[in-house]
């Protein structure tokens, strides 16, 4: 029986998930081990009682997955799938990826994510805004985590769609267990083609590697184990991280004091990085299988339920962040639990750090400020994470049609990257085609007589474009390869917010282009 005024937990309703801590702190004072008739699960909310759930793997299993849904379904097991593994079958397979995804391979990254970011980032300084999670978060990780795999750059954003769409709940229901894909079918061709291609990613590797299985017979991974891993890093490794750089832009907005101090002194990024990571965990909660009778709080969890383990909960718990609910970029004490504990701790956690420090790094490089367009923000939560799906921000210098400013920009507050030319921006074309008309987007950065940017399509991923400026005309080739190899000149006039001029295709004549900013 329910008590009036007793603390109520629902972890698919939306109005809980814009800002779920006053009920966490309820939880821990008032429900410590609290129960859901309703939706039929446990939870624990005390950092103690979340950091022994994660350790106490003989009554808490991960057999049955680590999401609630998932658990209660009982699906069917997919050998490999390790984050779904007890030992010794845990044991063997987290062995032999760590042999392979190892932090010094993640560290050798970091080049590499610089220049993601500034892809993402250059073509967007004088725009006058950016989405923090469209334009940089659910690129960056899907590139890097792309690139570490050997996923050719033209199908990675295809896959990503397919994780997230894989996790995706409707607002205020559960996850449904028919969404479990764990197989990796999907990856199948690139690894046969691995297999006869060898190279220096990771595909190659787990091709390669040895390790003693959980029968202790020496041997090399089987297609379908290495299918398994390849999935769970790319699921593992994208709207986790696109969440964190969603809360980065978020948090520090709202706390424009610290990121000053942030922007002055770059040498307190990983310790703000850390704060956003307690302060606002991607992942929420973590659920388990009570495998055994677990006794907490003088109560017993009978073996046989679920029970989520919160870790947003956890860390806010005023026994050990003191004034827990306050954002700290000094805060110093005991680290934060957002990437587990014990056997299943995160195993990319290195990894998501690199991708939130450069991120970061690389946004208060050219935009020390900026303040977010509420209106037009959205917050969700699946049942794996919990974040921004998009959060528009505005910055200093230049425009958007859309944008509200809400402190006037100063000269200084976008790099010294920013250019005064009109062009530098983001474009939608529209190019009247032989095949009918084509819409583009394209983003340009203006760098004297020349600019630098990306084209793209729906059907063309992003390619690099370079160009030159004449008075207000500027000219660019685009070379395609698909649906046949030609050459698309362009030659355009920058009037304002608006382009237009004319592109030729190849030996198929010309029509012309007109574009707006976006
Ligand atoms: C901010 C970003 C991230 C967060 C908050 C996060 C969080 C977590 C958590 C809480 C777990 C433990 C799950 C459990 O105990 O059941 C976990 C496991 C795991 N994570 Fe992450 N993660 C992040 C990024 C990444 C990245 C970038 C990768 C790899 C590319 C990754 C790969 C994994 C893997 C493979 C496991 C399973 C480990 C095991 O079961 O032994 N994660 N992560």
């Not at 040895?210 to 709207?239: H, M």
Request: hydrophobic letters at 35%; charged letters at 25%; glycine letters at 8%.
């Amino acid at each position: 029986m329910t008590t009036p005024n007793a603390v109520y937990w629902d972890p698919y309703r939306p109005e809980f998930w814009a800002n779920p801590h006053p009920v966490f702190q309820r939880l821990r004072h008032e429900a410590p081990l609290y129960r859901n008739e309703e939706y039929d699960f446990y939870a624990l909310s005390r950092f103690s009682d979340v950091e022994r759930g994660l350790t106490d793997k003989e009554s808490l299993s991960s057999s049955r997955g680590d999401i609630l849904e998932y658990i209660k379904a009982d699906l069917p097991k997919t050998p490999g799938l390790f984050i779904w593994e007890d030992p010794p079958d845990h044991t063997a397979h987290r062995g032999v990826l760590s042999k392979v995804f190892t932090p010094r391979r993640m560290n050798e990254l970091e080049g590499k994510i610089r220049a993601y970011c500034a892809r993402c980032l250059d073509p967007l300084v004088g725009a006058g805004g950016f989405d923090f999670v469209k334009d940089l978060g659910a690129e960056m990780p899907m590139r890097v985590i792309g690139m570490l795999l050997g996923i050719p750059e033209e199908d990675q954003v295809a896959i990503r769609e397919m994780v997230d769409a894989s996790l995706r709940t409707e607002a205020g229901k559960p996850l449904q267990a028919s969404q479990a894909r764990n197989s990796g079918v999907e990856f199948a061709e690139y690894i046969d083609w691995r297999a006869k291609n060898p190279s220096t990613d990771l595909m190659t590797d787990l091709l390669q590697v040895e390790f003693k299985d959980p029968t202790g017979t020496q041997r090399k991974l089987t297609r379908e184990e290495i299918l398994v891993f390849v999935n769970l890093l790319a699921g593992a490794g994208n709207e986790t991280t696109t969440r964190l750089i969603g809360w980065t832009g978020k948090v520090l907005a709202d706390h424009p004091e610290q990121r000053a101090e942030i922007a002055q002194n770059p040498a307190l990024i990983p310790n703000a990085i850390e704060e956003l990571l307690r302060f606002e965990p991607p992942g929420p909660s973590v659920a388990r299988y009570v495998a055994k009778d677990f006794e907490i709080h003088g109560q017993t969890v009978p073996a046989g339920s679920a029970m989520l383990l919160l870790v947003a909960a956890a860390n806010r718990d005023e026994s050990r962040y003191p004034d827990g609910d306050r954002f700290d970029i000094h805060r110093k004490g005991p680290p934060h639990i957002t990437f587990g504990r014990g056997i299943h701790a995160c195993l990319g956690a290195a990894l998501a750090r690199i991708e939130g420090r450069v991120a970061l790094d690389e946004v208060l490089k050219r935009f020390p400020t900026w303040s977010v367009d509420i209106d037009n923000a959205k917050i969700g939560s699946t049942s794996t994470v919990r974040g921004w799906e998009t959060l528009p921000v505005f910055t200093g210098n230049g425009s958007r049609s859309s944008v509200r400013r809400e402190a006037a920009p100063t000269a200084t507050q976008e790099s010294a990257a920013t250019q005064p030319a009109s062009a530098t921006g983001s474009w939608e074309l529209t190019l009247s085609t032989p095949a009918g008309p084509q819409v583009m987007t394209a983003h340009i950065v203006m760098n004297g007589e020349s600019f630098s940017g990306t084209m793209s399509s729906a059907e063309l991923t992003a390619q690099e474009i370079t160009g030159k400026v004449s008075g207000k005309t500027l000219s660019w080739t685009l070379p395609l390869t698909k649906p046949m190899p030609i050459k698309l000149a362009f030659e355009a006039s920058v009037t304002g917010d608006t382009i237009s001029g004319e592109v030729k295709f190849g030996m198929f004549g010309k029509g012309p282009l007109t574009g707006k900013r976006i």
